[in-house]
């Protein structure tokens, strides 16, 4: 699938924000793959990391460098994941950052790192090395996009959004860019997401729009059952715009967590759309549900289910299978309350068949497909975002990695 | 996959069970859909059910009717699930048991009853009503395979496996029919089982017996993540063998338990071997762990892994998928402390690539790949069974219903 649509770009350098991205020769097709984005002066920095217990060695060291709260930056790699690695690694990936550091003349310790790519490779970090001077010496203040190129591994395409908001009469820039294409990603569905800012705010109130906006968006979307060793969202923020502070419990930080949130569900929605893998576009929509908890588990029992995929990519308006996923989630739930509705269409009321069925088969025809589900037992609700289960999902992930 | 091998056929008939299988017309090619399996006198019943929470009609029933752990036996029909059908769905299942009740002379409420089919479609009670006789007329001693072909749906071949076992002298049967081909269900991974035997033994202890054998065996394949509104295991011994009551923390309890689960593992093979759709018949083997529940999950985790299936398909020895997997899990694991092995080609060493992808690759050309996975950090164990994910499945399950 494409991404949707060409909206009007929205201005994408952030003040403040130099970035570049090069090819350094990591990736053997001669593409970009080295980033680095880079603030003027210390910026406040927050940052997500992979939930999975075998985490590759530049999270381990950025989970250590985001607890200082302040940074200037991030290098970024593609072609190789830097996990499974062991201790050479991760001398590898802190090699990486202080060849940042030298070359931009930044703080020791100031820049964080990530990688995307093959695991259980050895990092090959002399190649980082001598491509290093030629990444700083093509740092710009328009420098974003060619960054977002340079951190795409089997992306079909760039992932980059921003947003401005008006915040105590000072206009403020969030830029992001991800990569991340789970549908087609032939070594792990490895998301990563870089947001720059010049907002003013401190580590912990980014920290916490950051979650915040995470939770809705990257948290929120399901390409396939696998979180990677190398997920991590990164935002760095220089105060440039001089807003004054953005402080948790305002207004100010409300709009802040919004504008975040709406670039973080852009790139999201990218990433569900990216790839050849991918034939649709699926929206579930949970409500009535007793906590948010369950109506986030249902939704995500629906989304996750192999059959529910499978139909939908076949266009099947198969709620049968969607009301046993649903069953099989554990949350509270009585099969006699149930509706279910694909693109509006109601084909389950309390239950049972509405008899609908061929009029919903017309209704999924849509490359986007909206599954509205009410359980009516509650007041809670949830939305995730997935693709269907298509022969090219199988046909990309089951090549042999060459 | 076809079933591995033509083992010689042990005897299939059990003392005192007649069973039948014949066409009533619920599936609309006239295949056989409706069978009996009825014990000469009443025997000790024992059932598991769906844990899901949309259940279907027959399995409410058959709940109930359990608990009073005395039953003739069961009538089950292929082609309609009778899931999702409301009230009209559950007096159709009780009326489908007093059809066979009366029709074979059975004490009333004495009969179970199984479904396997649509969902969400009204229950076709006309034509089971019009077939009931001559059901019962085909009743013979040599029924089961009969009955074994008429509770398929979509497995591409019969599912029938038996053992005998000798106690206190006398010797003992067990057979057992199934149904259930996960990767080419079009509706419903549904999977059911029935046991005869004239083993001595009362419901409870049969109950034991069986929730031990289903365990190892239907709980410990994967063919999908989808549990089904319909999955019924049940067991019936009518004691005709005369070894004497079968009392549980015996040797002959162990004896009995032992050649059950035999007769489970080699229907549950079936069924992950079963279809088009599976092209791979892969056992992972998970040692090492800190505790029973925690070897489950974690073999449980890779097991059910898009990209691990996908990669399986493929024929990739792609560890890293499954050490992702592994560390997505949950379990307590330390990632240099794993070692994976495929098919006997050590791939990972204490979170290490050993350098053996090429010949790990050759050896999983064969169609039976084993996984095998130590945590090294405790000495729990467990092993599951599951396929390969492949083109023809996301074909057959995307398939409109027709």
Redesign the interface.
């Known amino acids: 699938m494409p991404p949707k649509k060409k909206r009007p770009s929205a201005e994408f350098a952030v003040p403040g924000f130099k970035a570049a991205g090069i090819a350094c020769g990591i990736k053997k097709n001669g593409k970009k793959d080295l980033a680095l984005i880079l603030s003027d002066g210390p910026a406040s920095v927050a940052g997500l990391f992979t939930?999975?217990?075998?985490?590759a060695a530049p999270v381990l060291l950025d989970m250590k460098r985001v607890r200082k709260g302040v940074s200037r930056g991030v290098i970024i790699n593609s072609g190789n994941a830097n996990?499974?690695?062991?201790k050479p690694g991760y001398e590898a990936a802190a090699a990486m950052a202080t060849l940042a550091e030298r070359a931009s003349g930044a703080k020791k310790g100031s820049i964080m790192v990530a990688s995307t790519g093959?695991?259980?490779?050895p990092f090959p970090i002399k190649k980082v090395e001598a491509g290093i001077s030629s990444l700083v010496g093509s740092l710009s203040y328009s420098g974003m996009k060619s960054a977002a190129e340079a951190i795409m591994t089997t992306d079909a395409f760039m992932k980059k959004a921003s947003a401005k908001v008006n915040i105590n009469g000072r206009k403020v820039t969030i830029a992001g860019i991800a990569k991340g294409a789970g549908m087609i990603?032939p070594?792990?569905?490895t998301m990563l997401a870089f947001f720059a800012t010049d907002a003013e705010i401190k580590a912990p109130a980014l920290r916490k729009a950051l979650k915040l906006a995470a939770d809705a968006s990257f948290n929120s979307i399901i390409v396939?059952?696998?979180?990677?060793?190398n997920d991590t969202v990164m935002a760095f923020a220089n105060g440039c715009s001089g807003c004054g502070e953005i402080r948790p419990g305002t207004k100010e930080f409300a709009a802040f967590e919004r504008a975040l949130r709406s670039v973080s569900l852009d790139l999201a929605h990218m990433i569900v759309r990216d790839g050849e893998g991918a034939t649709r576009f699926i929206e579930i929509d949970l409500k009535g549900a007793a906590s948010v908890a369950s109506a986030r588990k249902a939704a995500r029992t629906i989304a996750?289910?192999?059959?529910v995929k499978?139909?939908f990519?076949?266009?099947?308006p198969?709620?049968?299978?969607i009301?046993?996923?649903?069953?099989?989630s554990?949350v509270r739930?009585r099969?006699?309350k149930v509706d279910i509705s694909l693109n509006g269409v109601q084909v389950?009321k309390k239950?049972?068949?509405t008899g609908r069925e061929r009029e919903a088969?017309k209704a999924m025809k849509e490359k986007e497909v909206s599954v509205s589900v009410a359980l009516n037992i509650g007041r809670h609700s949830a939305k995730l975002w997935t693709s269907d289960?298509?022969?090219e999902?199988?046909?990309i992930?089951?090549?042999?990695?060459t």
């Open positions: 939930t999975n217990s075998v985490k996990a499974c690695t062991g093959v695991i259980g490779v990603c070594d792990m569905a396939d059952n696998d979180t990677s060793t996750e289910s192999f059959l499978t139909a990519f076949g266009g099947d198969n709620w049968g299978r009301l046993a996923a649903l069953g099989r554990g739930m099969e006699e389950v239950g049972l068949d088969a289960l298509s022969f999902y199988v046909r992930n089951s090549a042999y990695r």
